[in-house]
């Protein structure tokens, strides 16, 4: 793709805006804004602005201020209400801010209306996901995936790239002489490029394919789950490999696959990439054929932080997509990890209101899963190993009921 579609551009004889800094550079500065629509707790919306600025964080932005503003809906011109988007373009000017991030993702025409009136530059939380995955992409199929996802995502905001518009001037062969908008050129170059990243996908899908038919029918367990969950550490634990783990988000983008021996019972265990609240659909699509490992697995390992206040959110957010891509009656065992940083807040002896998930100790929260009895679970930490061995037996058990329904003859290996 030409260089000159990365960045905006200015009518000859201005100097273009700066391209704000890329992921390797300096620090940014930022402003988080969102919308708290009506029907929607608080609490809820702040924790959506905490991820945001962990989100921000893994993308070496710094969160200098919030600015939230109660709306049935997000406006359809400018997200928040004239008077809000005035009181954040005059705090960012005053205090030279270099970007301010949007927790939803903004239409085209948003987009465009919202530079108009911010003297910063401003990002949604779908391009900020994005710009953290190309950033973490290692492979050519992850490169590939993200580029592409990129490509779709940009092709309807192509038009708030230019403020010129200038034709080209048109030869010989030309529509009329006057030759092609530079907005139609650069549409064509993307939908060009989009169409050869799909073929590029497509024969590398075909690989994978052939790949993991020459497995043979081993069980495939695959660990799935919220980003961030410890999912690559506890990958680490029971295979004893080395799969890159960070505490930041999406540290793991390609699908990791290793055999796994559990006294002589053999599996493969694959690590996939974390999900998140808003996936942009760009990300789901470009990556739903990295996820045929979880499609194809027998045993889902759903790796939960139940250190985190909203984990139960999480959760949903976990069963959704999984549903999204055709995965949602897969056998599913619940590991709640992270114990060790569990943290609650015992209510007082007079308090008569209602006991709500703060306030339960983690032997209370270990009695209310266990007894819903409807998924099978366990609770571990991966970073101290408590509870790693009884993780190990439970796993071996529930594969070798998966391997002597497959193999009922060869029962006498286990």
Not at 103 to 110: R, T
Not at 115 to 123: N, T, Y
Request: proline share 4%; hydrophobic share 35%.
């Amino acid at each position: 793709m030409r260089d000159d579609l990365k960045e905006e551009t200015q009518p000859k004889g201005k100097r273009a805006k700066e391209p704000m800094p890329t992921l390797e550079e300096r620090e940014t500065r930022a402003v988080l804004v969102a919308v708290i629509r009506d029907n929607q707790n608080p609490d809820t919306a702040h924790e959506y602005l905490d991820e945001l600025e962990f989100l921000a964080e893994t993308a070496n932005i710094r969160s200098v201020r919030r600015f939230t503003q109660r709306l049935p809906q997000p406006l359809s011109k400018i997200y928040v209400g004239p008077g809000k988007l005035e009181e954040i373009a005059l705090w960012c000017k005053e205090n030279e801010i270099d970007v301010a991030i949007f927790d939803d993702e903004l239409s085209p025409a948003q987009t465009r209306n919202i530079e108009q009136a911010m003297p910063c530059r401003i990002m949604d939380r779908t391009r900020l996901i994005l710009d953290i995955f190309m950033s973490r992409a290692q492979t050519a199929y992850a490169k590939t995936q993200v580029e592409l996802a990129h490509n779709e995502y940009m092709l309807p905001r192509l038009t708030g790239m230019w403020t010129h518009l200038e034709r080209q001037r048109g030869g010989t062969g030309t529509r009329g002489g006057a030759g092609e908008r530079e907005i139609e050129t650069d549409r064509r170059i993307v939908r060009n490029r989009i169409s050869k990243l799909k073929e590029d996908l497509k024969k590398i899908d075909r690989q994978m394919a052939v790949q993991r038919s020459n497995r043979g029918q081993m069980v495939r367990v695959a660990l799935v789950g919220y980003t961030n969950v410890g999912k690559s550490t506890l990958m680490n634990l029971l295979s004893k490999s080395e799969v890159f783990a960070e505490n930041k988000l999406f540290a793991t983008l390609d699908t990791t696959v290793r055999k796994v021996v559990f006294d002589n019972l053999p599996f493969l265990m694959s690590d996939t990439v974390g999900f998140i609240r808003k996936l942009p659909t760009e990300l789901i699509e470009s990556f739903k054929s990295t996820l045929d490992e979880v499609r194809e697995a027998d045993l889902l390992l759903h790796v939960v932080d139940i250190s985190h206040p909203g984990f139960e959110d999480q959760i949903a957010v976990v069963k959704q997509t999984l549903a999204d891509i055709g995965a949602a009656d897969k056998p599913t065992f619940l590991v709640f990890n992270k114990i060790d940083a569990y943290t609650y807040t015992p209510k007082e002896e007079d308090d008569l209101t209602p006991a709500t998930r703060e306030n339960l100790s983690l032997d209370d929260l270990k009695k209310s899963w266990i007894a819903k009895g409807n998924t099978p679970c366990i609770f571990i930490s991966a970073i101290d190993r408590t509870g790693i061995d009884k993780l190990r037996s439970d796993l071996y058990g529930m594969v070798r009921e998966i391997h002597a329904g497959r193999y009922p003859f060869n029962n006498f290996l286990y």
